[in-house]
């Protein structure tokens, strides 16, 4: 069936740090959003990306879309405490149907060392 | 700004009794999706609801779940025989026409 792996599915990084996870699609995406899940809370949108070989920015937060719209990737320069948390990917697809859903990777947790 | 609202946030049952999770989904969306995580794992789609019918729906959407927008504001997922396995965070969104849904806090479930 249809996958979104995201790797790695940990990474602890000293406080100034870069920190990057990966997305990578069975089949080819719509679009790529990206997620970000504080402990106990619940996922929230960061970005969504469309465009082959799209990148956008927020911050210290770099994304990009490949240019098969198959993969993805989420840099984080300099890394701070507050960026602590599982980041997830979701692949957008449109079915025959013109359905349309979300396939989610399983998150990269984040924790941070101050 | 306007945001999905779930209730209960936290709701214990016996296994196989009956559980309602409530949603309301932002006024004008169109689009409603129930997603679950088990403690600790992925987000897993359950669920699709448009022009209040299921659009889509995942393997784990069996015989046992079902969903209903009883009225113009609430959406639910009721399980019918609640298992240990049922045991996760549940989560509603909902969308107004794009591809970018809003996710509500969630209602933890737990399976006794």
């Known amino acids: 069936g249809q996958q979104v792996m995201q790797i790695p599915q940990y990474q602890h990084v000293q406080e100034g740090e870069d920190f990057t996870t990966y997305c990578n699609s069975s089949?080819?995406?719509?679009?790529i959003q990206w997620y970000k899940q504080r402990p106990g809370g619940h996922p929230v949108f960061l970005i969504q990306?469309?465009?082959s070989g799209e990148v956008k920015k927020q911050k210290r937060l770099t994304f990009q879309f490949g240019e098969a719209k198959k993969n993805s990737s989420l840099h984080i320069t300099a890394t701070q405490t507050t960026d602590v948390g599982t980041y997830f990917c979701?692949?957008?697809?449109?079915?025959?149907?013109?359905?349309?859903?979300?396939?989610w990777g399983l998150g990269t947790s984040l924790a941070v060392n101050p | 700004e306007p945001e999905v609202t779930q209730t209960p946030s936290h709701q214990v049952t016996q296994m196989g009794q009956e559980v309602i999770l409530r949603c309301v989904p932002i006024?004008?969306?169109?689009?409603f999706y129930w997603y679950r995580q088990i403690l600790g794992q992925k987000v897993e789609f359950l669920v699709s609801?448009?022009?209040?019918?299921?659009?889509?729906k995942s393997e784990i959407f069996d015989d046992q779940f079902s969903v209903e927008r009883p009225d113009g504001s609430n959406f639910t997922l009721k399980i019918r025989s609640t298992k240990l396995e049922d045991s996760a965070m549940y989560f509603c969104?909902?969308?107004?026409?794009?591809?970018?849904?809003?996710f509500g806090p969630g209602t933890r479930l737990t399976v006794t």
């Open positions: 006024s004008n969306h169109l689009y």
């Open positions: 609801f448009y022009n209040n019918e299921i659009s889509e």
């Open positions: 089949t080819t995406l719509s679009n």
């Open positions: 969104a909902s969308r107004e026409t794009g591809l970018l849904g809003y």
């Open positions: 990306l469309v465009k």
């Open positions: 979701a692949g957008g697809l449109i079915n025959a149907g013109n359905n349309r859903k979300l396939i």
